[in-house]
Structure formats: structure tokens, C-alpha cells
């Protein structure tokens, strides 16, 4: 079988390496949540999965997997797509765009905060693959400002038709070829373009169109629209944040010919611009021409999580809400977008409120996540759930918009249920146009929460659909108010997609679930599943006894050897691996959850190790009082007597328990500030780490010599 020779620095594992990281910490929330339940079961293993990605690029047998396309429909009720990748894809993708990226950077910088603003590069060194968005655009519109207040009072906009999906690959791999030499990574990228971007290759192949979401191909979209840059412009100020062009100038005529060359360029291109937003005016309020920062609230505050707040403040919040919204001929529309998130967000519940914003469930399909998030505090609320069921039944049905009204009206339906709500909900996929996972998932949710186990079980192994089975399966499992399923009962559905399914992700995830949350080990698996077996020191016959070792070297640089089934009863010897998996599985992800992990960790080995030492023991005992097997894990940390024993360990791993504490999944608000929680930083998570790597150095010394 002949090698691809493909250069070193695209195949090269530090490469891949970084593309994962920067595959986990993009900023691209919304795409990330489809996958953000699969990524500890690839973190887990990683170096295996992506050694093997590499070689099976090497050895020519790497074949790009089938999109799925969603949508999201947009304030026009004209639909979004985006196209959901498995991992290896995105890795390869995110892999093909860091290597473009260091050899267009220097050509891209020179107008990075001068004439462009979006997705810019943040260097071969980050760990994030763009400079935060927020700044770039606050930067854009501080330019505009800065533009406008030097006298160009003439503005015209130019925008896009369909921008991401017109992209012609010919015309995209004959602006790469410019930089970039490797002719078998174009040829990479243009198989994986083609099979991204062809819906059902059986009826017909596009040429066109780069997948929407992963943050690859927001870089590909700014190289190609980089002719657009060096456009000369006389006398007019341009300015760009990806598609949405400004110019502005001090009279009509030369921002009328910068439109005309601009015109020109995209045609050339292949691309189509938008005329219902071409538009040259003279403006005397740069204020009201400015788009304030999005509102990424979404997904990030939850009903269940917000502290009571003050009287003056739901005032202020309501204010604002009514001043986001005008009624316009008899129609409600939203002017502020973000203030209008913003304080829906953060509002209570209220029946006014509800009233105020019912238009908006008909008439802003695009709004319905806040929405739906805000009816939602209305648990058991048979006029909320009629207000959304009879939004349900109103067409078009967008699937991203009536998934979310499902799920909010599970929360809001009474008990006992009215028989039209479940027969409603059940329709719904047969009225759908589009019938696709963000409609299916909470459909299927909705009719599992009001059925039995075994049902729930069947329905879930039946399930054909590897994305949908997966997001059911964390869904179910995560929801802990209503279902009331554990991984125990799931068993027979893990073990089927583990030893059978021929998705990667749904195989590997499923072989995670049984070794982290169970721990069992699947009798036979998928390859994904193998790999991640064999990495973790599972074989037939077992290649080793322990693999507690191996994670402290891996992950801390600590080879000292010690017999962990001799210093651990068999049943904690056990529970510590499965956890020391999860450490693994969340060691990329999110530093809030990571934080969480490695706390309940540290508690459990310093039981085990308090128990153990002679000097402890009975301090030990002593501090967990009579009604208590254990004493409480922050109290201990700070006991004289294991102060005594690691010295160097109990600061420090009491910095991470406070960490824990203070972290936004572990409580609302601080106790001793009334603060609300915030998310572990990655900064604060790599700070933890390097001293973790000394608290366990000095803990497993003292332990082996006991």
C-alpha cells in the first residue's frame, strides 16, 4: 500500500494534537453541543485515536464520513444549515486549517484590526485556533466609529447571498494553491469538501458550499474573500468582520464605486451579493447603525440556577424588555436582540411577561432557545402549557424552534396531562420538513419520560440514527429530575452499540459510558472501542493489573511505581480507575467539570491514604465524628495532623477543592459573597495541574514507603 506523502508539518502528531485541543476550546458553542458528550470518550485515549487517524491518512485508507445538516431558522424564517461532522473529521479538518494558517498568517495579518475583523488568527502557539470574537467585533465597530467621526458621513453596506454554501472549491483550491504547495493536502481537502457538501451523493455532487460550524471553515471563508481586502478603494474606509463589508466615505460617489468593484469581485468569485441589504445613505447617528456584541447567553444560564432577585432589579430588567420590542401595525417585532436575551434570560416567571412575548412564538421561530427557556420557570402550568402546545400546532414547523417548545413544555405540563399535548407532540415529526435530529431527540424525550424503563431501554437500542442515539443517551442520563435512569439500566443498549455499531463516536462513547460509569468491560467491541480498551490497559488476557500508573505518568510525569491493588481493597482499587477514566475523558473539555473530577478524585485517594497511615488513622476517625463514616473533604485538608503528614499536598489540594466549590456547576452563588459562580478558566485549570503535579509526587512518596 503506497504512503501519502504528505508534509511533515500537516501529518505531524503535534499538529493533530493541537487541532483536537482546538477542536474541544472553540468558541463555536452552538456546533460544539452536538459533540461536547463525545469528547471524553475520545480525550480518554486520544494519543491512540490520533495516532491511528495519522496513519490511516498515511496509508491512503482515511475516507471522510457522511454530513448530517441541520437548521436553524434565522429572523427571515429562511433556514441556516449546519453540517455536523463526527470527530476525526473535525480533527482533520481543524488539522488541514491549522496548516493553512501558518502559511497565510503573515499575509492575513497586515490587516487584522485595520480592515478586518473576523476570525482572526490567534498564532501556531494557541491553544485556540481564533482571537476571541467579542474583542474582534467591539474592535469593528470602534473602527466604524472612529471612521464616522472623521468625517465619513456616507455609508454603504455590502452582504452576501448564501456566502458559506457558494463557495466553488475549484475557485477556493486555486486561492490556496497561492500559499500553499502540498498538492496532496489540497487534494485532502477537496475529498472531504466534496463529500461534506454533496447531500445524497447518489441524486447529485456539488462543487460548491464549505460545512458550516467547525471553525476550519471560518478561516477558509476569510482567506477566500482576502481579494476582497486588496480591492483599492479610493478615498473610502473599508471595513470587514467575514461577510458583512462597511464602507464609508465623505461623499456618494466614491462609496457608489467601491460597491461596483466590490460587485465586480464577488461575480468573479462566483458569489452573489445580497441587494435587498446593498445600501448607500448618509447617516447623522453612527450609534443606530452599529450591531451591539451578540448575546452568547444561550445554552450557558440555566432557570434552575439563578438567584432570587431584587425587586428594583426585575423593574429594571422588565424596562428593558419592553423597550427591546415595539408593536408595529398590530405585530409584535423585536428591535434589541440582545437586551431583549438579556433580561428574558434573567426575568422570573410572569404571566405579563408571558403575555408580552406570546406573539414572538409565532412570528421568531430564530428566538425560540430564550423563549422556551423563559416558559420553562413555569413547571406544571396548564395555561403556559396550552400557550406552547398551541404554538406547536401552528405551521411551518421548524425543528430547531419546536424542539425547544417540546422541551419546555414537558417542564410546564400539569399532571395529570391533557391527552392532546402527547398526541400533539407525536405529530410533530410528521408535519416536519425537515425531520432531523433537533426535532427528534426531544420528541422522543418527551414520549420517554411519561413510559416505562424497559420501553425507554428498546426504544434507545432500536434507535438507527448514531447522533440521534447518542444525544438520547446522554440526555437521559443527565436528566435527573424525571426520567430517573442510571447507566445500570442502560446496560443493554451500551453494550449492543459498543459491540456493533458501525459509528465511531456512538461505539466509542457507549464503550466509555460502560468503563466509567459501570465498570465493565465490553466483551467485544467496534475497532474505536478496541483502541480506546488497549490504551487503557484492557486486553485478553489484561496486559496489566492496574492502569493507575499509567495515568500518573501520563498526565502528571510521576513513575513511581507502586502496588495499587495490594495499598487498595479490590472494590476502591476499582472505583478509583473509574475515575481516574472520567479525570482522562475530561481532561480537554470544559475546566469546570475537569475541576470537579480530579476534586472527587483527590477526595477518594486521600481517604484511601488517611486510612492507611498509622499517624492518620485515627485523626481520621476522630474528625469524622460519630454520625459519619468520613470526615468533610475541606475540614480534613485542613486538619494539623495531615498538614503534618503533606505538607506540600494540603494547599494545594485544597485549592482545588475551593476551586471546585466556586466552579458554576458545583453551586449557584457563592456562599460567603452571594456571588454568582463562574466557569473554571483553562488558565486557572493549567495553574492546578502544574501543582497538582507536586501534591502527588509528594502524596504517592510518603504512601509508598508506608
Known amino acids: ?274 441587494a435587498q441589504k446593498i445600501a448607500v445613505r448618509r447617516v447623522t447617528d453612527i450609534n443606530s447603525e452599529l450591531k451591539t456584541v451578540p448575546s452568547n447567553i444561550a445554552g450557558v444560564t440555566s432557570p434552575y440556577r439563578s438567584r432570587r432577585l431584587s425587586k428594583s432589579t426585575i423593574r429594571r430588567l422588565k424596562r428593558l424588555l419592553r423597550n427591546s420590542v415595539i408593536r408595529q401595525k398590530k405585530e409584535l417585532s423585536v428591535r434589541k436582540e440582545t437586551h431583549f436575551k438579556f433580561a428574558l434570560y434573567r426575568l422570573p416567571a410572569s404571566r405579563r411577561v408571558a403575555r408580552l412575548i406570546e406573539p414572538l412564538l409565532y412570528s421568531r421561530p430564530d428566538l425560540s432557545g430564550v423563549i422556551a427557556n423563559f416558559l420553562s420557570k413555569f413547571p406544571q402550568d396548564l395555561k403556559i402549557a396550552n400557550l406552547i402546545h398551541k404554538a406547536l400546532t401552528s405551521d411551518p414547523v421548524f425543528d430547531a424552534a419546536a424542539g425547544d417548545y417540546v422541551l419546555a413544555l414537558d417542564k410546564c405540563s400539569p399532571n395529570p396531562e391533557p391527552r392532546k399535548f402527547r398526541r400533539g407532540v407525536s405529530k410533530l415529526m410528521a408535519r416536519s420538513e425537515e425531520k432531523s435530529l433537533l426535532l427528534d431527540v426531544p420528541r422522543k424525550l418527551y414520549a420517554y419520560k411519561r413510559s416505562g424503563k424497559s420501553s425507554i431501554v428498546s426504544g434507545i437500542q432500536a434507535e438507527q440514527d448514531p447522533l440521534v442515539a447518542a444525544r438520547l443517551i446522554h440526555q437521559v442520563l443527565s436528566d435527573r429530575r424525571n426520567l430517573a435512569l442510571v447507566a445500570r439500566d442502560l446496560l443493554p443498549a451500551l453494550s449492543a452499540f459498543a459491540r456493533s455499531s458501525p459509528d465511531e463516536d456512538l461505539a466509542r462513547y457507549c464503550t466509555f459510558l460502560m468503563l466509567a460509569e459501570l465498570k465493565r468491560v465490553p466483551g467485544s467491541t467496534q475497532p474505536a472501542g478496541s483502541l480506546l480498551l488497549r490504551h487503557l490497559g484492557y486486553a485478553a488476557p489484561p496486559a496489566v493489573s492496574s492502569f493507575l500508573p499509567g495515568f500518573f505518568k501520563d498526565l502528571f510525569g510521576i513513575t513511581l511505581a507502586m502496588n495499587w491493588e495490594a495499598l487498595l481493597q479490590r472494590k476502591v482499587h476499582s472505583e478509583l480507575q473509574r475515575r481516574a477514566i472520567a479525570v482522562r475523558g475530561g481532561w480537554a473539555g470544559n475546566p469546570s467539570v475537569l475541576v470537579t473530577i480530579l476534586d472527587g478524585f483527590n477526595d477518594l485517594l486521600i481517604q484511601r491514604f488517611s486510612r492507611k497511615h498509622k499517624a492518620l488513622a485515627k485523626p481520621f476517625r476522630k474528625a469524622a465524628g460519630k454520625k459519619a463514616a468520613i470526615p468533610d473533604f475541606g475540614n480534613w485538608l485542613r486538619n494539623p495532623a495531615l498538614i503534618v503528614a503533606l505538607p506540600k499536598s494540603c494547599p494545594i489540594f485544597l485549592r482545588c477543592h475551593e476551586m471546585r466549590l466556586k466552579a458554576e456547576i458545583a453551586h449557584a452563588t457563592d456562599k460567603k459573597t452571594g456571588q454568582f459562580t463562574r466557569p473554571v478558566s483553562y488558565r486557572e485549570r493549567d495553574s492546578i495541574i502544574r501543582k497538582l503535579r507536586i501534591a502527588y509526587r509528594e502524596l504517592l512518596g510518603v504512601w509508598s514507603s508506608i
Not at 427571515?76 to 473529521?89: A, F, G, K, M, V
Not at 464609508?248 to 460617489?253: H, P, Q, R, V, Y
Request: aromatic share 16%; proline share 5%.
Open 1 to 274: 500500500m503506497a504512503i501519502v506523502p504528505y508534509p511533515y508539518e500537516f501529518i505531524s502528531l503535534r499538529n493533530f494534537e493541537l487541532a483536537w485541543a482546538r477542536v474541544v476550546r472553540g468558541s463555536n458553542r452552538q456546533y460544539k453541543q452536538f459533540f461536547s458528550h463525545l469528547f471524553p470518550s475520545y480525550q480518554v485515549a486520544s494519543p491512540a485515536f490520533l495516532f491511528d487517524l495519522i496513519s490511516r491518512l498515511r496509508r491512503g485508507v482515511y475516507v471522510p464520513s457522511n454530513a448530517v445538516t441541520v437548521y436553524f431558522p434565522k429572523s427571515t424564517r429562511i433556514l441556516r444549515p449546519i453540517t455536523l461532522l463526527c470527530l476525526n473529521d473535525q480533527i482533520v479538518y481543524q488539522a488541514i486549517a491549522n496548516y493553512l494558517a501558518d502559511r497565510f498568517f503573515r499575509s492575513l495579518r497586515p490587516n487584522y484590526g485595520v480592515k478586518t475583523f473576523g476570525a482572526q488568527y490567534a498564532g501556531k502557539h494557541s491553544q485556540f485556533f481564533f482571537k476571541p470574537w467579542k474583542r474582534c467585533y467591539r474592535d469593528f465597530n470602534s473602527s466604524i466609529r472612529e471612521a464616522y467621526w472623521n468625517g465619513n458621513r456616507v455609508i454603504a453596506d455590502f452582504d452576501l447571498v448564501s456566502f458559506f454554501d457558494l463557495i466553488d472549491h475549484e475557485i477556493l483550491r486555486t486561492v490556496l494553491r497561492k500559499r500553499m504547495k502540498s498538492r496532496e493536502v489540497l487534494d485532502l481537502l477537496s475529498l472531504c469538501l466534496k463529500k461534506w457538501t454533496s447531500g445524497n451523493p447518489k441524486i447529485f455532487v456539488r462543487g460548491h458550499g464549505i460545512p458550516q460550524g467547525p471553525e476550519a471553515s471560518a478561516f477558509l471563508a476569510e482567506i477566500f474573500l482576502t481579494s476582497f481586502d486588496s480591492v483599492p478603494y479610493r478615498k473610502v474606509t473599508y471595513l470587514r468582520y467575514v461577510d458583512d463589508i462597511k464602507l464609508l466615505s465623505k461623499d456618494f460617489a466614491p462609496a457608489r464605486r467601491a460597491l461596483l468593484k466590490l460587485d465586480l469581485q464577488a461575480k468573479r468569485l462566483g458569489l452573489v451579493p445580497q
